[in-house]
């Protein structure tokens, strides 16, 4: 018999009146002849309520009992949500994380997924029942409450949609689909009719507020089609699924991250072991590094710097003050006054030209760019806080994203599950776990750095505009942030584009006072490959830890929801290349 998962969230069982209609359209839904399973959020802003009322007790509740308070929310909705369909006379039973067996570590308030069982789900299902499982929440080893994180009930959807082979996960909620970017922020946006899961995933990490990351990460692991749709109207919606919606489209959405902060650790000695050193000891109080921002040192000496949420940065900013003392680096700085604006798409893996268009906006809009990172699909700019909305609102017309792409509908779906059941199995025992898929070498790119960079609008967009204009494809761009008004941009093209490249970028360096410019023309870039691997924490510190322990430098890196890539020296690709699959070998 089919299964459907219906997911509410917070506005969509805000009042008793709505968990009445949510009650209606899952019976009509069951009524249909699907078996069907609820997963409920906390009624309207009740976890932000219950969040208030520690924070009246003290700034620092221990990491527990705020799991024990926040549960709680998800614990009334979904008793209510039995209620009321119960009373329109069909069968519903409610339970908790801890009843459903989901299993997770003990890490609290962002706890991961180990396991689900799902024996008693299948039981209630088979014997008529609406199940109704609370979100968000699960049980450690000890039988500790924790929680997912904020937005985790859509992990909690998805997970039991993967775990039951459920026919698709519908997300309710108070927005009629997935926008090019949140609406409330640009009315502008369109609503998107598909997106793939690699696209969400990027857009949701990089603060598409719409769905919870990990359950994207869920559902491309498992092939779960997920439906995000409104509570309120029937309109049909967004599927996620792993085709996008165009072929050919560069840019599929811009997101905004308001609230990060910046901290760099300045005048580190350049040598093998310094990112280890810094980031395993961020890692250990498990905070996901965002943008990281490692570019080629010189004289000896490079600056890192990296962005995390602004309410981790204190706790981050402590630990690199540590490793700065340690080893020997000349000073930490830091802003909490900064703003990601992020463009995503996977059309730009294959044309050339998107980050300058992207650039290019950015500065006609007078935004000066504080650091850049690109990954294969996505684009990450950093600018002040202040500026962010004008930000966002030059990059998502820069793309037209306001208008459908002419080739729409033309990609597919690709909904099917993929994987032998025997694959599947093997996958739901690590659930969240890490799950990497391969680690490449591609030893076909060069190196052009800028140094020296002044720190006004339009640099940027002038360097990749030239460059753009001579037909090379750029892969990977960095450009640091500026210590001493200054920054380093580098970049990768590929060989055989070099000369040409550096020719350019030594025009350009002059044409703007920059102090120099260095090249490397043979590199290798190595990625790791996987779900989740930058908020696995883990992952980067095994690969700092190796590289390390190899001797082998970093010259460049740069993150993404689904690939950690790093640049190093041409002569030392192969070495890198057997190092990481050593290190790597238990999770490939
Ligand atoms: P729920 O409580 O149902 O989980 P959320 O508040 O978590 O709802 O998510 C829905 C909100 O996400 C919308 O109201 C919208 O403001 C925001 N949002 C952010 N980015 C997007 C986007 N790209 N598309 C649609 N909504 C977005
Ligand atoms: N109630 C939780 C929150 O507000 C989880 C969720 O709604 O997804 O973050
Ligand atoms: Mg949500």
Same mark, same amino acid.
């Given at each position: 018999?089919?299964?459907?998962?219906?997911?509410?969230?917070?506005?969509?069982?805000?009042?008793?009146?709505?968990?009445?209609?949510?009650?209606?359209?899952?019976?009509?839904?069951?009524?249909?002849?699907?078996?069907?399973?609820?997963?409920?959020?906390?009624?309207?802003?009740?976890?932000?309520?219950?969040?208030?009322?520690?924070?009246?007790?003290?700034?620092?509740?221990?990491?527990?009992?705020?799991?024990?308070?926040?549960?709680?929310?998800?614990?009334?909705?979904?008793?209510?949500?039995?209620?009321?369909?119960?009373?329109?006379?069909?069968?519903?039973?409610?339970?908790?994380?801890?009843?459903?067996?989901?299993?997770?570590?003990?890490?609290?308030?962002?706890?991961?997924?180990?396991?689900?069982?799902?024996?008693?789900?299948?039981?209630?299902?088979?014997?008529?029942?609406?199940?109704?499982?609370?979100?968000?929440?699960?049980?450690?080893?000890?039988?500790?409450?924790?929680?997912?994180?904020?937005?985790?009930?859509?992990?909690?959807?998805?997970?039991?949609?993967?775990?039951?082979?459920?026919?698709?996960?519908?997300?309710?909620?108070?927005?009629?689909?997935?926008?090019?970017?949140?609406?409330?922020?640009?009315?502008?946006?369109?609503?998107?009719?598909?997106?793939?899961?690699?696209?969400?995933?990027?857009?949701?990490?990089?603060?598409?507020?719409?769905?919870?990351?990990?359950?994207?990460?869920?559902?491309?692991?498992?092939?779960?089609?997920?439906?995000?749709?409104?509570?309120?109207?029937?309109?049909?919606?967004?599927?996620?699924?792993?085709?996008?919606?165009?072929?050919?489209?560069?840019?599929?959405?811009?997101?905004?991250?308001?609230?990060?902060?910046?901290?760099?650790?300045?005048?580190?000695?350049?040598?093998?072991?310094?990112?280890?050193?810094?980031?395993?000891?961020?890692?250990?109080?498990?905070?996901?590094?965002?943008?990281?921002?490692?570019?080629?040192?010189?004289?000896?000496?490079?600056?890192?710097?990296?962005?995390?949420?602004?309410?981790?940065?204190?706790?981050?900013?402590?630990?690199?003050?540590?490793?700065?003392?340690?080893?020997?680096?000349?000073?930490?700085?830091?802003?909490?006054?900064?703003?990601?604006?992020?463009?995503?798409?996977?059309?730009?893996?294959?044309?050339?030209?998107?980050? /300058?268009? #992207?650039?290019? =906006?950015?500065?006609? +809009?007078?935004?000066?760019?504080?650091?850049?990172? @690109? !990954?294969?699909? %996505?684009?990450?700019?950093?600018?002040?806080?202040?500026?962010?909305?004008?930000?966002?609102?030059?990059?998502?017309?820069?793309?037209?994203?306001?208008?459908?792409?002419?080739?729409?509908?033309?990609?597919?779906?690709?909904?099917?599950?993929?994987?032998?059941?025997?694959?599947?199995?093997?996958?739901?025992?690590?659930?969240?776990?890490?799950?990497?898929?391969?680690?490449?070498?591609?030893?076909?790119?060069?190196?052009?750095?800028?140094?020296?960079?002044?720190?006004?609008?339009?640099?940027?967009?002038?360097?990749?505009?030239?460059?753009?204009?001579?037909?090379?494809?750029?892969?990977?761009?960095?450009?640091?942030?500026?210590?001493?008004?200054?920054?380093?941009?580098?970049?990768?093209?590929?060989?055989?584009?070099?000369? /040409?490249? #550096?020719?350019? =970028?030594?025009?350009? +360096?002059?044409?703007?006072?920059?102090?120099?410019? @260095? !090249?490397?023309? %043979?590199?290798?870039?190595?990625?790791?490959?996987?779900?989740?691997?930058?908020?696995?924490?883990?992952?980067?510190?095994?690969?700092?830890?190796?590289?390390?322990?190899?001797?082998?430098?970093?010259?460049?890196?740069?993150?993404?929801?689904?690939?950690?890539?790093?640049?190093?020296?041409?002569?030392?690709?192969?070495?890198?290349?057997?190092?990481?699959?050593?290190?790597?070998?238990?999770?490939?």
């Amino acid at each position: 018999m089919s299964l459907i998962v219906q997911k509410f969230g917070g506005t969509s069982v805000a009042t008793p009146e709505k968990i009445m209609a949510a009650a209606r359209k899952a019976i009509r839904t069951q009524q249909q002849g699907h078996q069907v399973l609820m997963v409920v959020s906390a009624m309207g802003h009740e976890t932000d309520h219950l969040i208030e009322l520690a924070k009246q007790i003290t700034d620092s509740p221990s990491a527990r009992e705020m799991d024990m308070l926040l549960s709680t929310g998800e614990q009334v909705s979904c008793a209510l949500m039995a209620i009321a369909i119960q009373t329109l006379g069909s069968k519903a039973i409610s339970l908790t994380g801890a009843q459903i067996g989901i299993k997770t570590d003990s890490t609290f308030s962002k706890a991961r997924i180990k396991s689900i069982s799902t024996e008693r789900m299948r039981k209630s299902l088979d014997e008529g029942n609406i199940v109704i499982a609370a979100g968000f929440q699960g049980i450690d080893e000890e039988f500790n409450i924790t929680t997912l994180g904020r937005g985790g009930s859509d992990t909690t959807a998805v997970a039991l949609a993967a775990v039951l082979k459920a026919d698709t996960a519908e997300i309710y909620t108070d927005v009629d689909g997935v926008y090019t970017t949140d609406p409330r922020q640009l009315p502008e946006a369109r609503r998107v009719k598909q997106i793939s899961y690699d696209e969400m995933l990027e857009l949701a990490s990089l603060g598409a507020g719409v769905m919870h990351s990990r359950s994207i990460e869920f559902g491309k692991k498992f092939g779960v089609p997920i439906h995000v749709r409104s509570s309120f109207t029937d309109i049909p919606g967004t599927m996620i699924v792993a085709q996008p919606e165009a072929p050919n489209q560069a840019v599929c959405g811009a997101a905004l991250v308001k609230d990060e902060a910046r901290i760099t650790l300045e005048g580190a000695p350049d040598k093998p072991g310094i990112s280890h050193i810094l980031f395993s000891r961020i890692a250990a109080k498990k905070i996901a590094v965002d943008m990281i921002v490692q570019n080629v040192g010189a004289e000896g000496r490079a600056n890192i710097s990296f962005t995390v949420p602004t309410e981790e940065l204190a706790d981050a900013l402590a630990a690199t003050q540590e490793v700065a003392a340690e080893v020997g680096a000349q000073r930490v700085t830091s802003d909490d006054q900064v703003a990601k604006v992020s463009v995503v798409g996977l059309g730009m893996a294959q044309q050339t030209g998107v980050a /300058k268009k #992207l650039f290019r =906006a950015l500065a006609d +809009a007078g935004v000066n760019i504080q650091a850049i990172t @690109t !990954s294969e699909i %996505k684009i990450s700019t950093l600018v002040s806080r202040e500026q962010a909305s004008i930000a966002l609102r030059a990059a998502h017309a820069a793309f037209t994203l306001e208008k459908e792409p002419a080739d729409a509908g033309k990609a597919g779906e690709g909904t099917e599950r993929h994987g032998t059941a025997a694959d599947i199995v093997r996958r739901l025992q690590g659930m969240e776990g890490l799950s990497i898929d391969e680690i490449t070498l591609d030893d076909s790119q060069a190196r052009v750095t800028l140094h020296g960079v002044s720190n006004k609008p339009g640099i940027a967009a002038q360097l990749f505009e030239e460059i753009s204009a001579a037909g090379i494809f750029v892969d990977m761009i960095v450009q640091s942030f500026g210590v001493a008004a200054a920054a380093t941009i580098s970049f990768t093209v590929p060989q055989k584009d070099f000369d /040409k490249s #550096l020719a350019t =970028a030594k025009k350009i +360096a002059e044409k703007m006072g920059c102090t120099g410019v @260095t !090249s490397s023309p %043979k590199l290798a870039k190595l990625s790791v490959l996987g779900v989740g691997v930058r908020t696995n924490t883990s992952v980067a510190t095994r690969m700092f830890e190796s590289l390390s322990a190899a001797g082998i430098n970093l010259d460049m890196m740069s993150t993404s929801e689904v690939r950690l890539n790093i640049v190093v020296e041409g002569s030392q690709g192969k070495k890198a290349m057997e190092t990481l699959q050593k290190a790597f070998a238990d999770a490939l």
